[in-house]
């Protein structure tokens, strides 16, 4: 079963900065297809945001992109709105374990 | 509009019973998986099985084998997430989720039940 280990576990940025967030899975991912990202805002549910580790699911903006391939993926969220501010979740599928998560990333305003 | 509608907040006791519910609307019913996902309070996100509302297939993560079990009826486009016996390690959001055409992740998420279990 392959772990997701995400970094840091917390993010400080102000709005407009530049964020980067990290998702290192413990063994190569078999197809970046099975790469995903999601946003969790504070008391809500989960948001798809990025699939096939680089598209951008319906209506995301596009200053979220995703990228990466093997080990380690990254999403990048180019300038930060005050809505960005949330905790991100990379997800990956797998033929034996299915869906893993990583354990978030929470993204605070500094 | 694509929605998942989950049904409202539970407080149960241990030993009790429940079944909570998602209904699918907006789409074909049958045509996509339905997963779930537990998040225990402060903590991350942890799949714990999927359904094909079709069929009544599942899958289940095996740390949650024998937990909780899914179910689905059709004719009313609703899945359901039910415990036999509540233990208070089962508090929690409980989310379901339409599983993208692609198989591989969540695309469309209801917006929680939370189950609260404490004597």
């Given at each position: 079963?392959?772990?997701?280990?995400?970094?840091?576990?917390?993010?400080?940025?102000?709005p407009g900065?530049?964020?980067?967030?990290?998702?290192r899975?413990?063994?190569s991912?078999?197809?970046?297809?099975?790469?995903?990202?999601?946003?969790?805002i504070?008391?809500?549910?989960?948001r798809?945001?990025?699939?096939?580790?680089?598209?951008?699911?319906?209506?995301v903006?596009?200053r979220?992109?995703?990228?990466?391939?093997g080990?380690?993926f990254?999403?990048?969220?180019?300038?930060?709105e005050?809505?960005?501010?949330?905790v991100?979740?990379c997800?990956h599928?797998?033929?034996?374990s299915?869906?893993?998560f990583g354990q978030?990333t929470k993204?605070?305003?500094? | 509009?694509?929605?998942?509608?989950?049904?409202?907040?539970?407080?149960?006791?241990?030993?009790?019973?429940?079944?909570?519910s998602?209904?699918?609307s907006g789409?074909?019913?049958?045509?996509?998986w339905?997963?779930?996902v537990r998040q225990?309070?402060?903590?991350?996100?942890?799949?714990?099985?999927?359904?094909?509302?079709?069929?009544?297939?599942?899958?289940?993560?095996?740390?949650?084998?024998?937990?909780?079990?899914?179910?689905?009826d059709?004719?009313?486009?609703?899945?359901?997430?039910?415990w036999?016996?509540?233990?208070?390690?089962?508090?929690?959001?409980?989310?379901?989720a339409?599983?993208?055409?692609?198989?591989?992740?969540?695309?469309v998420?209801?917006r929680g039940?939370l189950?609260?279990?404490?004597?």
């Open positions: 079963e392959i772990v997701l280990t995400q970094s840091p576990g917390t993010l400080s940025l102000s900065e530049r964020a980067t967030l990290s998702c899975a413990s063994q991912v078999s197809s970046i297809s099975y790469l995903a990202w999601y946003q969790q504070p008391g809500q549910a989960p798809l945001l990025i699939y096939g580790a680089s598209n951008r699911a319906t209506g903006p596009d979220f992109s995703g990228s990466g391939s080990t380690d990254t999403l990048t969220i180019s300038r930060l005050p809505e960005d501010f949330a991100y979740y997800q599928y797998g033929t034996s299915l869906y893993t978030g993204l605070e305003i500094k | 509009e694509v929605q998942m509608l989950q049904s409202g907040a539970e407080v149960k006791k241990p030993g009790e019973s429940l079944r909570i998602c209904k699918g789409y074909s019913f049958t045509s996509h339905i997963g779930w225990m309070p402060g903590k991350g996100l942890e799949w714990m099985g999927i359904i094909h509302p079709g069929n009544s297939d599942t899958r289940n993560r095996p740390s949650f084998q024998g937990q909780a079990t899914m179910s689905a059709k004719s009313i486009s609703t899945a359901y997430l039910q036999s016996s509540l233990e208070a390690s089962d508090t929690g959001m409980y989310y379901c339409r599983r993208h055409s692609t198989g591989w992740n969540f695309d998420w209801g039940t189950v609260t279990v404490s004597s």
